[in-house]
């Protein structure tokens, strides 16, 4: 008497890029039925796994396809896994249960500039911020370059990301408070990929101190008392319209003079 077996399959490891689009098949389930006088016919069904969902099952032919490609990451998960039943068709019927596992396949993701905003205070010098960098690829390394921007005959992008003040050159907030950089940062992957930002550098006010009109003054010999010799004035490079007050400091000469503030 003829008695129905489970079927029989050939388990092998798949892989799937993590660039692949969704839809094309990554693999087929590959298995018989020892039952070949009864010419039954497989069915084939997922029941678990961490791939549910993420994968589809052809049930007539095991044919497992990728449905939803932003679930293939290689930083997040490298291996993903499908309980898979194969059954036959006899009476009564019998299945043979299958963990598939389905290798993820790195590829070279694009960087991401971390931050595109700085504050700068007015006066500064050198290396005034540095660029950062978000790359799921760990381990690495990043160029970057400087394009255009209004800021870009005030400060230059070094290849490893630092922002500096050129040479030369005064970083005044009463000359421009915002200015902009375009830059391309580059990674080290093959093939090496880029990504393209404008940053957007403020400049921070800073107090500076007032100074006078004038610092040299003339009078005549012998000129009377109460000859005025000058008249001063502040000059304050925030314009801001705040008070001031003069002082006569003590000095030799001093008692020479009357000042009036």
């Keep these: 008497t003829e008695v129905n077996e489970t079927p029989v399959v050939e388990n092998t490891v798949f892989f799937v890029s993590e660039d692949t689009p969704n839809n094309p098949a990554i693999g087929q389930v590959e298995a018989f039925d020892p039952d070949f006088e009864q010419d039954q016919q497989l069915t084939f069904e997922i029941v678990g796994g961490s791939g549910a ?3 589809d099952l052809n049930p007539t032919n095991g044919l497992i396809s990728l449905i939803d490609k932003t679930a293939i990451d290689f930083e997040l998960r490298e291996v993903h896994d499908l309980t898979i039943q194969i059954s036959d068709d006899g009476d009564p019927f019998l299945f043979t249960e299958i963990q598939q596992i389905i290798r993820v396949i790195d590829q070279n993701d694009r960087p991401v500039i971390s931050s595109s905003t700085f ?7 050198d290396d005034v911020a540095q660029i950062g960098v978000i790359d799921p690829d760990v381990d690495q390394t990043h160029t970057f370059e400087l394009i255009s921007g209004t800021g870009a005959s005030l400060f230059s992008v070094s290849r490893t990301g630092e922002i500096v003040v050129r040479d030369g050159v005064t970083i005044d907030f009463e000359q421009g408070s915002t200015y902009t950089l375009s830059v391309i940062a580059v990674d080290s992957g093959l093939p090496p990929l880029a990504t393209d930002t404008t940053l957007t550098l403020i400049i921070e006010d800073v107090n500076e101190p007032p100074a006078l009109n004038q610092s040299v003054a003339s009078v005549a010999e012998n000129s009377p008392g109460g000859t005025p010799v000058a008249t001063l004035s502040v000059i304050d490079p925030e314009n801001s319209g ?9 000095q030799a000469d001093a008692a020479s003079f009357e000042f009036d503030p």
């Design 53 to 55: 969902g993420i994968f």
């Design 119 to 125: 504050l700068i205070p007015e006066n500064s010098t």
């Design 242 to 250: 705040s008070d001031y007050s003069i002082a006569l400091l003590s």
